[in-house]
């Protein structure tokens, strides 16, 4: 038995020939396709090492059913299997209509009403038809489905031949060799998907930190008031000790300037009063020169 070659990380899907694009698969490729664990859920399954999501099927319609409020085509497509093709059912016109006005409408129904909420257009869909299908693989009870996206009608055979034609092209050329990829672009896509979850959890944080603080204004509890409240009076406290220190050091400020002006004016005074003292007395100015007057 051949061992399946190894898988690439997540981070190196992008550069995936398969998986961001409609595959054209047969029937028995899709129910082929390997399930891995790490990808449970998201719809991813491999062939060899390829992640395939997308899925585009060509075959005619065998059965078509409505159930559950689901349409249910079952398509062959002659690869020996068939499989079946499920959206949502297109939503019914409400019943408006009383007995004694009932009115039988040949008018065919308008295409918006043919349309899946799931996106397929319905209209001219039924058994016979030869239709490409496009969607995504998904289990039921088991069994593995497409979960439709968009289905058209091919008009003639050569539509028809040039589809089976790509899928047996798409398979020579992509499925059919494992998808490598090189060091240096698995070293690239790490760090560009190492940045990229380093943005997504940043923008998180920032997210969780407006959520926090809508609430916090939104709750507006009693507890956030006499926090508040507190906060305030601490504000106003710490600028009051601030505004008081300020004038302290004016009031220091200005008793030194007062205190200088007046021992400049004391200073002044006596050197008045001595002048007077020697003019008043010549006969001693002698003395009081030897004293320093």
Request: hydrophobic share 35%; net charge positive.
């Amino acid at each position: 038995m051949t061992t399946p070659p190894a898988l690439y990380p997540s981070h190196c899907h992008g550069l995936s020939p398969t998986l961001g694009r409609w595959c054209p698969l047969r029937a028995v490729d899709v129910f082929a396709l390997r399930e891995v664990a790490e990808y449970e859920g998201q719809g991813i399954y491999f062939h060899l090492n390829h992640p395939i999501k997308w899925v585009r099927l060509t075959g005619i319609i065998v059965a078509m059913d409505e159930f559950y409020s689901r349409v249910c085509i079952t398509i062959d497509d002659g690869s020996g299997a068939t499989i079946e093709a499920t959206c949502l059912a297109p939503p019914r016109p409400e019943a408006t209509a009383t007995v004694a006005a009932i009115v039988v409408s040949t008018e065919r129904p308008a295409d918006d009403a043919m349309v899946s909420p799931d996106g397929p257009k319905l209209r001219g869909v039924d058994i016979g038809k030869v239709v490409k299908v496009k969607g995504g693989i998904r289990e039921f009870r088991g069994v593995r489905q497409l979960a439709m996206k968009a289905i058209s009608i091919l008009g003639d055979t050569r539509a028809e031949v040039g589809a089976w034609r790509e899928g047996v092209r798409f398979r020579e050329e992509v499925l059919r060799v494992p998808w490598v990829v090189t060091a240096e672009e698995e070293r690239r896509c790490r760090e560009e998907a190492e940045g990229e979850r380093w943005r997504v959890e940043e923008e998180e944080r920032r997210k969780r930190r407006r959520e926090r603080r809508a609430k916090r204004e939104k709750d507006g509890d009693e507890g956030g008031k006499e926090r508040k409240s507190r906060v305030e009076k601490e504000n106003a406290e710490a600028r009051a000790e601030a505004k008081a220190e300020e004038d302290a050091e004016v009031i220091k400020a200005r008793s030194e300037k007062e205190k200088k002006a007046r021992e400049e004016r004391e200073k002044a005074r006596r050197a008045r009063a001595i002048q007077r003292l020697v003019s008043s007395r010549p006969d001693g100015a002698g003395k009081y020169a030897a004293l320093g007057f």
